[in-house]
Each structure stands twice: as structure tokens, then as C-alpha cells.
């Protein structure tokens, strides 16, 4: 491909994401809340494990959507690189820019370099975050040019005010104050170009005021949060969510929670015309990670389909 040419990606007239195989996967640096609580004998990974729960989600993704992979290897401080969420953000499906991240954790700093140089081999311009900025997982399209920026935990907020005034889009900021909801995938996720599922208890009124002019708030609870729900990726009409609820044993705790937020997502799911789709992804878990955290939008062509 010829460096900084067009955007390739536009004419392409499906969904187009990229993921990265969990080849260098593992759990030696706790670098996230929920990794920190857990024992010895609970955070290790399984790498066949992994790779199989991997398969079966690019298996899927790429019968619906076309799926490019992120060139990976065993070196053991990419340990987080099959999170590629957090590696960039494409501005729009026409602008060629590729915004690429500005690792706050520092064992992920060396995926930066990795980033720029697969973006400019698709032909994109790329631009490295002047400040603290942890990808798409940070910063969710809406619509247009309007998108809902995360900040204070991984991301600083002057990197949005850089984006608004380097590439002319509307961001509403809001704060993340929680520690197990420390990217903006884990409480706001657009279910199409009208609806956003957010954790509206993780905000303030104010943020929520910004939020409601710009998208419909479609309200859910922190339980349903902490379950994942909004750590969710749509492709075409399918709404791809984790669950490892085959695991768990009926009537638990963790059980119950998990078992709310299936059927909460599939009550959405049903209103909107849109059909879920649950992966067992528990060997992520042990980074703290759900689906979300695996994909990167290279369009949103799936947000042009109109189901209802």
C-alpha cells in the first residue's frame, strides 16, 4: 500500500474491523482493578484456551464484516496488544487519519509504534496523541461528527479539546470516576445513530444534559455495567457481547448478574430489531477485558443499516 494514501477503507462497502491474535496474551503486569483482586490461581491464562474463544470470535466476525489482523507476536510486554481497542481511533469513514494511542499504562507504550506503522501501511495519516488517549475504547462515534470522549482515569481531557480543534469534530466530554470503569467502552455504547446504552449513574447531570442533546439515553444500572453490557460491538444487525455464563454455576451470585444482563441486552436488542450474540471470552477476563476491548473499528459501516 502506498504510504499516507487515500483512505483504502472507504470504498469498501461492509464493515471493516481489525483484531489481533492473542499470541503474546498473558497476566504477568496487573495493570487494571479487577486484575489486582484477583488470586494467583484464578489469573493465569490458558493459552489454548484463548486462542480457541479468539477463533470462534473472528470466526463469526469475519462471515459478516471484513477483519484485518494485526501482525503479533510472543514478546512478553505486548502482553495487552490483542486489545486493540485501545490502540487508535479512525477519525471517519471518509477523513484518512488514523489517531493512534498515547498509552497511560506503561507496559503498553510500545504498542504505539506497532500502531503507526500498520495504519500507514493501510495508507493512512497517522497522528499520535499529544496527551494521554487510550483509543476507540475512550471515544465512541455517535453520529456525523459528534463523538462522547472518556477522560481522568487512562485518557487526559485536553487530547479532545486537540481532536475538536485539529480535525473539527464535537466531543462531549465526560468523566470517568469509577475504577472498575476505567475506559468509556465499559458504561456508553451507541447502539445505532439514535439510541446509546450509558450507565447513567456514572455521570453527572450536567455530562447527561451534554449527552441527551446529542443521542436518545437509553438508561441501564450498575449491576448491568459491571456485567458488561456495554463492552458490546455491533456488526451489521448482530449486537456481539461477552458471556461466560455456561461457566458459572446456576443460582450464584455471578450467575444471577450475569444471567440479568443477557436478558437485559437481549430486551434492547429486541426493541431496536437488532440481534445479540454471546461469546464466552472468561480467559480475557483475567486481564480485566470484555469483546470490546479485542476490536477496532476501521469503518462503521455497520451503522449505516437502517432495521427499522
Known amino acids: 500500500m502506498l504510504k499516507n494514501s487515500p483512505n483504502i477503507i472507504s470504498d469498501v462497502k461492509m464493515p471493516v474491523f481489525l483484531l489481533a491474535p492473542p499470541f503474546s496474551l498473558n497476566t504477568n503486569v496487573r495493570n487494571n482493578i479487577w486484575m489486582e483482586e484477583l488470586d494467583e490461581s484464578a489469573i493465569n491464562v490458558n493459552s489454548k484456551v484463548a486462542l480457541r474463544q479468539f477463533y470462534k470470535l473472528y470466526s463469526f466476525m469475519s462471515s459478516q464484516s471484513l477483519v484485518y489482523l494485526l501482525p503479533s507476536d510472543t514478546h512478553q510486554e505486548l502482553q495487552d496488544q490483542v486489545y486493540v481497542a485501545n490502540l487508535g481511533i479512525i477519525i471517519g469513514d471518509e477523513d484518512p487519519t488514523a489517531i493512534v494511542a498515547n498509552f497511560a499504562s506503561e507496559i503498553r507504550r510500545s504498542e504505539t509504534p506497532i500502531g503507526v506503522r500498520f495504519f500507514e501501511s493501510l495508507g493512512y495519516k497517522t497522528e499520535v496523541a499529544p496527551y494521554y488517549f487510550e483509543g476507540e475504547a475512550e471515544l465512541k462515534h455517535l453520529h456525523d461528527n459528534v463523538l462522547v470522549g472518556g477522560y481522568g482515569i487512562r485518557s487526559d481531557i485536553k487530547t479532545y479539546d486537540w481532536m475538536e480543534e485539529k480535525f473539527g469534530l464535537k466531543i462531549v466530554k465526560v ?16 447502539l445505532d445513530k439514535e439510541n446509546t446504552l450509558v450507565y447513567t449513574g456514572g455521570f453527572n447531570s450536567d455530562e447527561l444534559k451534554e449527552l441527551e442533546k446529542v443521542t436518545n439515553v437509553i438508561s441501564i444500572s450498575k449491576d448491568i455495567a459491571y456485567s458488561g453490557i456495554c463492552n458490546s460491538v455491533r456488526v ?32 434492547i436488542c429486541s426493541k431496536l430489531a437488532l440481534t445479540p450474540k454471546i461469546f464466552n471470552l472468561s480467559e480475557y477476563m483475567k486481564s480485566g477485558a470484555l469483546l470490546s476491548c479485542m476490536v477496532m473499528h476501521l469503518n462503521r459501516y455497520s451503522y449505516k443499516i437502517q432495521v427499522i
Open 236 to 267: 451489521n444487525q448482530h449486537i456481539l457481547c461477552s458471556s461466560n455464563i455456561n461457566d458459572l454455576k446456576a443460582g450464584t451470585e455471578d450467575y444471577i448478574y450475569e444471567m440479568n444482563k443477557n436478558h437485559e441486552l437481549e430486551k
Open 175 to 190: 468523566e470517568e470516576r469509577d475504577p472498575y470503569l476505567y475506559h468509556l467502552d465499559c458504561s456508553i455504547f451507541p
